[in-house]
C-alpha cells in the first residue's frame, strides 16, 4: 500500500460547509479573495481560510482577512500524535493573541474541531514569571551575554555567583560554605557548591567544600596548586557548561 495522498485545502471545504450550515449559515466558495464565507442574516459574514497546514503565510493571509469581518477563521487538517498536539497548542494560543479563530477537520469522516473563536485577547499576566525575569535581572553583573545567541553558554546570574564561589576557593583553599557566603556576598554559596551543576565543587568534609580537578582547570589554577583564581578564564569556562535551566 503506497503512502497517503497529501491533502489538498479544496479536501477540507465540504466538512466546513457542512458544519457552518448546521450552524445556519448559507456558505459559498471563493468570494473574491476570501476562501470561504458564511453569512446568517443580519450578523457579520465568517470567514474561514483554509490550508493544509500551519504556516506564516496563513496567519497574513487571516490577518488582512480581519480587515472585511471580524469572525476570521483557519482552517487545516487535524493530524495525530504529540507533534500535532504540540502544534495545536501553540497555534491556538497564537490564534487568540491575533483575534483569529481556530478549526480543524478530521479528513476520514469530517469532524470538524473549534479550537478557539475569534474575539479580543485579554493576556493574563504571570506574577511569578516576572518576580523571577526581575531577579535575574538585578542579580546579573553586568551584560556578559549576546543577545539572540543560544542557551547553551549564556552566562546567568548563578553562574556568576558559582563564578565567585570558585575564585574564592582557589584562592583559599577548602572552606567552610558559611565562610564563602560571607566573603563573596553569594547567600546561596553553600546550595551552588552542594548542588554542583558544574562539576567545579566537591564535599571533603561537613559543610566544607573544595575545587574539583575540572573546578582548578577553569579557575586557572592546575591540577591542586593554590594561587589566584584567574577570574576571565572562569568567565570563559562558565560558557562552556551547558544552560542551568
Same mark, same amino acid.
Given at each position: 500500500?503506497?503512502?497517503?495522498?497529501?491533502?489538498?485545502?479544496? /479536501?477540507? *471545504?465540504?466538512?466546513?460547509?457542512?458544519?457552518?450550515?448546521?450552524?445556519?449559515?448559507?456558505? @459559498?466558495?471563493?468570494?473574491?479573495? $476570501?476562501?470561504?464565507?458564511?453569512?446568517?442574516?443580519?450578523?457579520?459574514?465568517?470567514?474561514?481560510?483554509?490550508?493544509? !497546514?500551519?504556516?506564516?503565510?496563513?496567519?497574513?493571509?487571516?490577518?488582512?482577512?480581519?480587515?472585511?469581518?471580524?469572525?476570521?477563521?483557519?482552517? $487545516?487538517?487535524?493530524?495525530?500524535?504529540?507533534?500535532? !498536539? @504540540?502544534?495545536?497548542?501553540?497555534?491556538?494560543? #497564537?490564534?487568540?493573541? #491575533?483575534?483569529?479563530?481556530?478549526?480543524?477537520?478530521?479528513?476520514?469522516? %469530517?469532524?470538524?474541531?473549534?479550537?478557539?473563536?475569534?474575539?479580543?485577547?485579554?493576556?493574563?499576566?504571570? @506574577?511569578?514569571? @516576572?518576580?523571577?525575569? #526581575?531577579?535575574?535581572?538585578?542579580?546579573?553583573?553586568?551584560?556578559?551575554?549576546?543577545? !539572540?545567541?543560544?542557551?547553551?553558554?549564556?552566562?546567568?546570574? *548563578?553562574?556568576? /555567583?558559582?563564578?565567585?564561589?570558585?575564585?574564592?576557593?582557589?584562592?583559599? !583553599?577548602?572552606?567552610?560554605?558559611?565562610?564563602?557566603?560571607?566573603?563573596? %556576598?553569594?547567600?546561596?554559596?553553600?546550595?551552588?557548591?552542594? /548542588? /554542583?551543576?558544574?562539576?567545579?565543587?566537591?564535599?571533603?568534609?561537613?559543610? $566544607?567544600?573544595? #575545587?574539583?580537578?575540572?573546578?582548578?582547570?577553569?579557575?586557572?589554577?592546575?591540577?591542586?596548586?593554590? %594561587?589566584?583564581?584567574?577570574?576571565?578564564?572562569?568567565?570563559?569556562?562558565?560558557?562552556?557548561?551547558?544552560?542551568?535551566?
Amino acid at each position: 500500500m503506497g503512502p497517503m495522498p497529501k491533502p489538498k485545502e479544496s /479536501d477540507l *471545504y465540504p466538512a466546513v460547509k457542512t458544519y457552518l450550515e448546521s450552524q445556519g449559515y448559507q456558505v @459559498k466558495a471563493e468570494i473574491g479573495a $476570501v476562501d470561504v464565507v458564511g453569512i446568517r442574516g443580519e450578523d457579520d459574514p465568517v470567514i474561514v481560510e483554509l490550508k493544509t !497546514g500551519f504556516s506564516l503565510s496563513l496567519f497574513h493571509q487571516a490577518a488582512a482577512r480581519q480587515a472585511i469581518a471580524d469572525d476570521v477563521y483557519i482552517c $487545516v487538517p487535524r493530524g495525530s500524535g504529540r507533534r500535532f !498536539g @504540540k502544534a495545536i497548542k501553540d497555534n491556538t494560543g #497564537l490564534c487568540r493573541r #491575533l483575534g483569529l479563530g481556530l478549526m480543524t477537520v478530521r479528513l476520514r469522516d %469530517g469532524l470538524v474541531e473549534v479550537h478557539c473563536d475569534p474575539g479580543p485577547y485579554r493576556p493574563v499576566k504571570s @506574577k511569578p514569571r @516576572k518576580g523571577r525575569l #526581575l531577579r535575574e535581572f538585578q542579580r546579573r553583573v553586568g551584560d556578559p551575554n549576546l543577545g !539572540g545567541q543560544t542557551r547553551i553558554g549564556l552566562v546567568t546570574a *548563578y553562574r556568576q /555567583d558559582a563564578i565567585l564561589c570558585a575564585g574564592h576557593l582557589a584562592e583559599n !583553599g577548602p572552606t567552610k560554605g558559611a565562610l564563602v557566603a560571607r566573603a563573596t %556576598g553569594v547567600g546561596r554559596a553553600t546550595r551552588i557548591m552542594a /548542588d /554542583d551543576h558544574y562539576g567545579w565543587f566537591e564535599r571533603v568534609a561537613t559543610g $566544607v567544600y573544595a #575545587l574539583t580537578p575540572k573546578g582548578q582547570a577553569a579557575a586557572g589554577t592546575g591540577q591542586g596548586s593554590g %594561587g589566584r583564581s584567574d577570574r576571565p578564564d572562569l568567565a570563559r569556562a562558565s560558557q562552556q557548561v551547558p544552560g542551568d535551566g
